[in-house]
């Protein structure tokens, strides 16, 4: 659908003017999925000056907005011989260039003597719409179930059944081939981030600690509630060995021989400690490694878009891994996956609740007092499921509300948006250890040990994609060795609790950032 399109000479009126016109387009296609437009005006600001710089006024430049697909797109064009108006000196640090920071990310193209640069534009994501078409996909898994009693037992079994099988184990073999590489360098990245961290000075490093005591926290919780509704670990200890010497064979045996087995075999514990290991030295070169650090951020941006393409294909594969799982009758204990809801609710109110008893004992204030400040964000994130979309209001509740320093609001809030995901933890690490516990009969105490590490390294490096969380759980099913049959299950699950994970993380957080501006006497008004 065209939403705009018209032919101008660039003068400062028409720039305007076309900047106007392209916003309303933009509103009236988007609808209550229109995002803030600031980003929009002035990429589209700076993209058609850059023309008129490169072109002149001489001739005509075109814009042009459609939409498709359910994507919208802007476009400018304009005849001429070949020329970049993305391109900047290359003297200049790419993080400096305006379009850059805005995040649009244009696109060049040089065709038929045009140069066009496309503007993808940004939309709200449909609420809920991933964990809606989960449940439309086990519908309709539970409707080919039923359909397939009424079909020749020969065409189920020798046509059906096997093209199931076979079309989710490629699926699965995707995400499995492209988790490895995304938490590699997702850790390298989140590593290197660091940096910021250290330039905030120890406050930022207070803060991180917090936030790390809280997964201790968390993976305990974790753990209690597990072996409070049965879930024993096993452990056969051999002769002349006991479990401590087990443990740290284990811990050993995660360290790489060298920097390409552990790729060829998919050993994902030894990639993430390489993956720790490169961070921590570009971490500590600095500057000296600007390049090979670009080089892992775009790499990573690359498979990130890769898992992004991926992920749409969630409902898919829960429909085939849930049709599987029924037409090879494997359900016959699925109803002891409401454990996985018992550990990760149970769970996440045990952290919850020592992180308020924390908040209560530092800052010696009601609870009524501080909830009443975080009820409008919280109310957000339940409605939402989206800790970004609760931002501004959680920005006011610590600045305005609680009077935290400014500054330290504006650093400590974003970094604990991607770091701070205990809950997200004890959910991961639970679907995993009930589905492993289904599948192979019991949990190995060492199998536990390595549930709980690698739970915490997946939530906090999964990036910020719609079903990320789920794509690198053949890392977790790996580790673990769980039936990757069981993965829809997971999806399922996950989908139903992970609803109410950002306000969990969300409401802990901003009680994490209040305890630590109280230690560094960063709080400007009486709470």
């Given at each position: 659908?065209?939403?705009?399109?018209?032919?101008?000479?660039?003068?400062?009126?028409?720039?305007?003017?076309?900047?106007?016109?392209?916003?309303?387009?933009?509103?009236?296609?988007?609808?209550?999925?229109?995002?803030?437009?600031?980003?929009?005006?002035?990429?589209?600001?700076?993209?058609?000056?850059?023309?008129?710089?490169?072109?002149?006024?001489?001739?005509?430049?075109?814009?042009?907005?459609?939409?498709?697909?359910?994507?919208?797109?802007?476009?400018?064009?304009?005849?001429?011989?070949?020329?970049?108006?993305?391109?900047?000196?290359?003297?200049?640090?790419?993080?400096?260039?305006?379009?850059?920071?805005?995040?649009?990310?244009?696109?060049?193209?040089?065709?038929?003597?045009?140069?066009?640069?496309?503007?993808?534009?940004?939309?709200?994501?449909?609420?809920?719409?991933?964990?809606?078409?989960?449940?439309?996909?086990?519908?309709?898994?539970?409707?080919?179930?039923?359909?397939?009693?009424?079909?020749?037992?020969?065409?189920?079994?020798?046509?059906?059944?096997?093209?199931?099988?076979?079309?989710?184990?490629?699926?699965?073999?995707?995400?499995?081939?492209?988790?490895?590489?995304?938490?590699?360098?997702?850790?390298?990245?989140?590593?290197?981030?660091?940096?910021?961290?250290?330039?905030?000075?120890?406050?930022?490093?207070?803060?991180?600690?917090?936030?790390?005591?809280?997964?201790?926290?968390?993976?305990?919780?974790?753990?209690?509630?597990?072996?409070?509704?049965?879930?024993?670990?096993?452990?056969?200890?051999?002769?002349?060995?006991?479990?401590?010497?087990?443990?740290?064979?284990?811990?050993?045996?995660?360290?790489?021989s060298n920097l390409v087995t552990p790729f060829a075999t998919d050993n994902d514990m030894q990639v993430i400690v390489i993956a720790t290991f490169i961070g921590i030295v570009l971490l500590l070169l600095g500057d000296k490694v600007r390049t090979f650090r670009k080089f892992c951020d775009e790499a990573g941006n690359i498979i990130n878009k890769m898992m992004a393409f991926v992920c749409k294909t969630l409902p898919l594969f829960v429909?085939?891994?849930?049709?599987?799982?029924?037409?090879?009758?494997?359900?016959?204990?699925?109803?002891?996956?409401?454990?996985?809801?018992?550990?990760?609710?149970?769970?996440?109110?045990?952290?919850?609740?020592?992180?308020?008893?924390?908040?209560?004992?530092?800052?010696?204030?009601?609870?009524?007092?501080?909830?009443?400040?975080q009820l409008p964000s919280l109310l957000i994130n339940l409605t939402t499921s989206s800790q970004m979309s609760a931002m501004p209001e959680s920005m006011k509740c610590c600045k305005e509300k609680w009077g935290i320093d400014q500054k330290f609001t504006d650093f400590g809030l974003p970094l604990g948006v991607v770091f701070y995901m205990p809950n997200g933890a004890i959910m991961l690490g639970a679907i995993v250890w009930v589905l492993?516990?289904?599948?192979?009969?019991?949990?190995?105490?060492?199998?536990?040990?390595?549930?709980?590490?690698?739970?915490?390294?997946?939530?906090?490096?999964?990036?910020?994609?719609?079903?990320?969380?789920?794509?690198?759980?053949?890392?977790?099913?790996?580790?673990?060795?769980?039936?990757?049959?069981?993965?829809?299950?997971?999806?399922?699950?996950?989908?139903?609790?992970?609803?109410?994970?950002?306000?969990?993380?969300?409401?802990?957080?901003?009680?994490?950032?209040?305890?630590?501006?109280?230690?560094?006497?960063?709080?400007?008004?009486?709470?």
């Amino acid at each position: 659908m065209i939403l705009f399109k018209e032919n101008a000479y660039l003068t400062d009126e028409q720039i305007q003017n076309w900047i106007e016109e392209a916003e309303n387009a933009y509103n009236q296609a988007a609808k209550k999925r229109a995002v803030n437009t600031t980003a929009f005006r002035l990429s589209l600001e700076e993209i058609l000056l850059r023309f008129r710089e490169l072109y002149g006024t001489g001739c005509r430049c075109r814009l042009y907005g459609n939409k498709s697909f359910g994507n919208i797109r802007f476009e400018v064009s304009q005849k001429g011989p070949y020329q970049n108006p993305l391109d900047i000196d290359q003297d200049n640090d790419l993080s400096y260039d305006i379009l850059v920071r805005l995040n649009m990310r244009p696109n060049y193209e040089y065709k038929n003597g045009i140069n066009k640069v496309s503007i993808p534009v940004p939309l709200k994501p449909r609420k809920n719409a991933l964990l809606i078409s989960i449940f439309i996909s086990v519908l309709l898994a539970l409707l080919t179930w039923i359909s397939s009693s009424f079909m020749p037992e020969t065409v189920r079994n020798e046509y059906l059944v096997p093209a199931i099988a076979n079309s989710f184990t490629k699926l699965s073999a995707v995400f499995s081939e492209l988790a490895t590489p995304l938490v590699f360098f997702a850790v390298i990245s989140g590593i290197c981030g660091i940096g910021g961290v250290s330039t905030f000075g120890k406050l930022g490093g207070s803060l991180l600690k917090r936030m790390t005591g809280t997964y201790f926290i968390a993976m305990i919780a974790m753990v209690v509630v597990g072996l409070a509704i049965g879930l024993t670990p096993t452990h056969a200890v051999s002769e002349g060995s006991n479990i401590f010497s087990d443990l740290l064979k284990l811990v050993l045996d995660i360290i790489p021989s060298n920097l390409v087995t552990p790729f060829a075999t998919d050993n994902d514990m030894q990639v993430i400690v390489i993956a720790t290991f490169i961070g921590i030295v570009l971490l500590l070169l600095g500057d000296k490694v600007r390049t090979f650090r670009k080089f892992c951020d775009e790499a990573g941006n690359i498979i990130n878009k890769m898992m992004a393409f991926v992920c749409k294909t969630l409902p898919l594969f829960v429909y085939l891994g849930v049709t599987n799982l029924l037409l090879s009758n494997m359900l016959s204990q699925v109803y002891l996956v409401s454990r996985i809801f018992v550990i990760s609710l149970v769970g996440a109110a045990i952290t919850i609740g020592i992180t308020i008893a924390r908040t209560l004992y530092v800052t010696k204030q009601p609870f009524s007092k501080l909830f009443s400040a975080q009820l409008p964000s919280l109310l957000i994130n339940l409605t939402t499921s989206s800790q970004m979309s609760a931002m501004p209001e959680s920005m006011k509740c610590c600045k305005e509300k609680w009077g935290i320093d400014q500054k330290f609001t504006d650093f400590g809030l974003p970094l604990g948006v991607v770091f701070y995901m205990p809950n997200g933890a004890i959910m991961l690490g639970a679907i995993v250890w009930v589905l492993t516990d289904i599948s192979l009969g019991a949990v190995d105490i060492l199998v536990l040990f390595k549930l709980v590490l690698v739970s915490v390294i997946i939530a906090i490096a999964a990036p910020p994609i719609p079903g990320s969380a789920f794509a690198v759980l053949p890392i977790l099913f790996s580790a673990c060795e769980t039936d990757l049959s069981m993965m829809p299950l997971a999806v399922i699950i996950g989908s139903t609790v992970g609803y109410l994970l950002p306000a969990m993380n969300g409401f802990c957080l901003q009680l994490e950032l209040l305890m630590t501006a109280q230690k560094a006497n960063l709080i400007h008004k009486e709470l």
